[in-house]
């Protein structure tokens, strides 16, 4: 299962786009990079994941560098809404999709 | 889609009383099941997962156990509860497990052992 690497922390504008980066260098070919954030006593909320192209929804992009070995989540326009812990993980395998869950990025928009 | 139902909310127990969780999931058959454990502060600790009826994979051996009654019914029970055990704990369901199968969360239990 990959490793993954996040900031402890990050400020963003409100109405700026928030660029959160992640580094998974012991990534595996078939492993997915997923993003999940978490608001305050909730349960993580999905927000989107990748192979190997960059992908897009209404939520975000995801950008995955060639090599695989980071990605940066893509929030276009921040809102206040958006302050959460975000977390990047990469899934693993066995007979169910373990997910490994660091301590993420907390993002604060600020207004 | 998938709704997954949790509870208690939130509950308070004393240590070495034991401990029921339960998680049910609407709209979805034969899924991974999943819990998790947040303590404050941290990220989340998978405790134990399962690909099915009856079957339970343990990640992190301590005072909890799990099973699986029912294909979407997971529940989380311990005998003796420890201070250590406090935090949050949340279910998640997953539809196949490949590793494009995306895990959704339940609204979570808040375990507080006094």
């Known amino acids: 299962d990959a490793k993954t690497t996040q900031p402890t922390s990050m400020d963003c504008a409100e109405g700026r786009a928030a660029n959160l980066p992640c580094n998974h260098s012991?990534?595996?070919?078939?492993?997915?990079v997923y993003w999940y954030r978490q608001i305050h006593s909730q349960g993580p909320q999905y927000i989107i994941h990748?192979?190997?192209n960059n992908e897009t929804n209404e939520m975000a992009s995801l950008i995955i560098t060639e090599d695989r070995k980071s990605s940066t989540l893509i929030l276009p326009h921040a809102t206040l809404r958006d302050t959460a812990v975000y977390y990047c993980?990469?899934?693993?395998?066995?007979?169910?999709?373990?997910?490994?869950f660091g301590t993420g990025t907390s993002l604060t928009v600020i207004p | 889609s998938q709704t997954i139902h949790q509870w208690p909310a939130t509950l308070v127990q004393p240590v070495g009383s034991p401990l029921s969780l339960e998680c049910t999931v609407e709209?979805?058959?034969?899924?991974?099941l999943y819990w998790y454990r947040q303590a404050a502060g941290r990220g989340l600790q998978l405790l134990f997962y399962?690909?099915?009826?009856?079957?339970i994979s343990s990640e992190v051996p301590q005072n909890l156990s799990a099973s699986r009654p029912q294909d979407r019914q997971f529940i989380l029970s311990s005998k003796k509860l420890l201070l250590s055990d406090s935090g949050f704990y949340l279910c998640?369901?997953?539809?196949?497990?490949?590793?494009?199968?995306?895990?959704?969360f339940g609204p979570g239990t808040r375990l507080t052992v006094l």
């Open positions: 993980i990469g899934s693993r395998t066995n007979t169910g999709n373990q997910f490994y």
């Open positions: 998640a369901c997953q539809q196949g497990a490949s590793h494009s199968d995306t895990q959704y």
């Open positions: 709209g979805t058959s034969n899924p991974n």
């Open positions: 012991t990534i595996s070919g078939n492993e997915y």
């Open positions: 399962s690909v099915g009826i009856g079957q």
């Open positions: 990748g192979l190997k």
